[in-house]
C-alpha cells in the first residue's frame, strides 16, 4: 500500500552539518568515493563503499551508458546599472532576436527599460520586461547572441562560471573541471555532475572492457535554481528543460545487451521525458521535458543509475527515491553523512545498480521504436 508521505515534501528533508557540502573536486576525477547500495529484498546486506574508479567492476560488456554532453555556458555576469550600482544576471535561455531570459540579483533594483552595462565593457543592454513565470527578466542582449552557440563567445571573455550558491570558492579551474570531459554543446547553467567524475583514464578503461557509451543533451535550466516549494507532491510542477535524444541514441537503447544505466538525473529525465512524448515508448524527441519523477513511477527506459548526493527537499532526491524508495535512500544519506561523503555538485556519488531498484518502479520491457 502507498505511504502517503512518500508524496509529502516534508518527508524528504534531512539534516546535513554543512562541512559535508563539498566545495572543491577531489583530484583525479574518478577518486571520488562511491556509496554502492545493496540489493532489493536482501535487508540484512549492507551498503558496499568505494570509489568511482570501482565502477569497472561494477559494469559488464554490453551495458549502455547514457551521459549528458551539454556544456555549460559562463553565464554569470555582473552587469552596472545606469544609476551606478553593481547587479547580476545569470543568463538562462534564449527568447529569440538577441533576448534571454535571465535572473537578476538583486532582482527588484531592475525594472523594465532599464539600461545596464556589461562590467568592465562598454556593451550595452536592456531589461525590457519582468517573467512572472519565473521571475527573471528578459533582458535584450546584441542581436547576433541568437542562441547558446553564438552567446558563448562574450560569455566566455565576461562571464563566470555559474557555481551553485552552496559552494563558497572562486577558482579559474572551475571553468574546466565544472564541466564532464565529454561536454560537447552549450547551453547549460549547471553542470550534469554526476559525469564530473568520469576521468579520461575511466572513459577509455570503461570503453576497453565493451560498454558502450550514448549522449543524450539536456540542457540543466532554471529547475536547479528553483526549491521545490509544495508540500503536496501530486500537485508538483516543473520547470521544463531542453532535450535532445537523437535516433543514434534511441538505437543504442534498442541494441544494448546489458543495463541501460543513466548517468545521472538528466539522463534520467530526458530518456524518461522522450518515452513520456511518445506514450511510454522511446523514440527520438527534441523539445522541453517537464516530467516529475517520484515515487509510484514506473520507469520505461532506464534500469540502473549512477547519481550524486542531492539537496534535502529536492526534486532530484523525489527521482532517486523512486527508484529505491524514500526511506531506503534517507537511511543510505544518514550511513554516508556518518562516514563523511561529501554532498552535492563537487561531491561523491552513489551507485545504484538494476537489482537495487524496487521491482514495481522498474522498467518491464524496454518498449523502443
Not at 559535508?20 to 546486506?45: D, K, N
Not at 555576469?77 to 535561455?93: D, K, M, W
Not at 531592475?110 to 517573467?131: F, H, Q, W, Y
Not at 555559474?162 to 571553468?175: A, F, K, M, T, V
Request: hydrophobic share 40%; with cysteine; aromatic share 6%.
Amino acid at each position: 500500500m502507498p505511504d502517503p508521505r512518500d508524496h509529502q515534501l516534508s518527508s524528504y528533508d534531512y539534516p546535513l552539518p554543512p562541512e559535508r557540502i563539498a566545495q572543491a573536486p577531489v583530484e583525479p576525477r574518478h577518486s571520488a568515493r562511491l556509496l554502492m547500495v545493496p540489493p532489493q529484498g536482501e535487508p540484512s546486506t549492507e551498503a558496499a563503499h568505494g570509489t568511482v574508479w570501482d565502477l569497472l567492476e561494477q559494469l559488464r560488456p554490453g551495458d549502455l551508458l547514457v551521459v549528458n554532453d551539454t556544456r555549460v555556458l559562463k553565464a554569470r555576469l555582473a552587469v552596472r546599472r545606469s544609476g551606478g550600482g553593481l547587479s547580476e544576471l545569470l543568463v538562462l535561455e534564449p527568447r529569440g532576436e538577441g533576448r534571454w531570459l535571465c535572473l537578476a540579483r538583486p532582482a527588484k533594483r531592475m525594472r523594465p527599460g532599464d539600461s545596464l552595462t556589461i562590467e568592465g565593457t562598454s556593451i550595452c543592454l536592456k531589461v525590457l520586461a519582468e517573467d512572472p513565470a519565473s521571475g527573471g527578466r528578459v533582458v535584450q542582449f546584441p542581436s547576433d547572441c541568437r542562441d547558446a552557440e553564438t552567446i558563448e563567445g562574450l560569455l566566455n571573455e565576461v562571464g563566470e562560471v555559474p557555481l551553485p550558491p552552496y559552494i563558497e570558492r572562486h577558482d579559474p579551474s572551475d571553468s574546466q573541471r565544472y564541466q564532464t570531459r565529454y561536454a560537447d554543446r552549450p547551453g547549460a547553467v549547471a553542470a550534469p555532475t554526476a559525469g564530473l567524475h568520469f576521468s579520461d583514464e575511466l572513459l577509455e578503461a570503461l570503453q576497453q572492457k565493451g560498454v558502450d557509451l550514448a549522449r543524450i543533451t539536456l540542457h540543466v535550466g532554471l529547475g536547479t535554481f528553483r526549491p521545490v516549494e509544495t508540500e503536496d507532491l501530486t500537485a508538483l510542477e516543473l520547470h521544463s528543460e531542453w532535450v535532445d535524444v537523437s535516433p543514434a541514441v534511441v538505437k543504442a537503447v534498442q541494441a544494448c545487451r546489458g543495463r541501460v544505466i543513466a548517468v545521472g538525473t538528466t539522463s534520467v529525465r530526458a530518456l524518461e521525458g522522450a518515452a513520456q512524448a511518445h506514450g511510454g515508448v522511446l523514440m527520438p524527441y527534441t523539445g522541453p521535458v517537464d516530467l516529475v519523477i517520484q515515487p509510484g513511477y514506473q520507469f520505461k527506459v532506464i534500469q540502473a543509475l549512477l547519481t550524486n548526493f542531492h539537496l534535502p527537499k529536492s526534486s532530484l532526491l523525489l527521482l532517486v527515491s523512486a527508484l529505491i524508495g524514500r526511506e531506503t535512500l534517507l537511511k543510505l544519506y544518514a550511513e554516508a553523512i556518518e562516514r563523511n561523503y561529501r554532498f552535492f555538485s563537487y561531491g561523491d556519488a552513489m551507485w545504484i545498480d538494476a537489482a537495487a531498484v524496487q521491482p514495481h518502479a522498474a522498467p518491464t520491457g524496454l518498449a523502443t521504436q
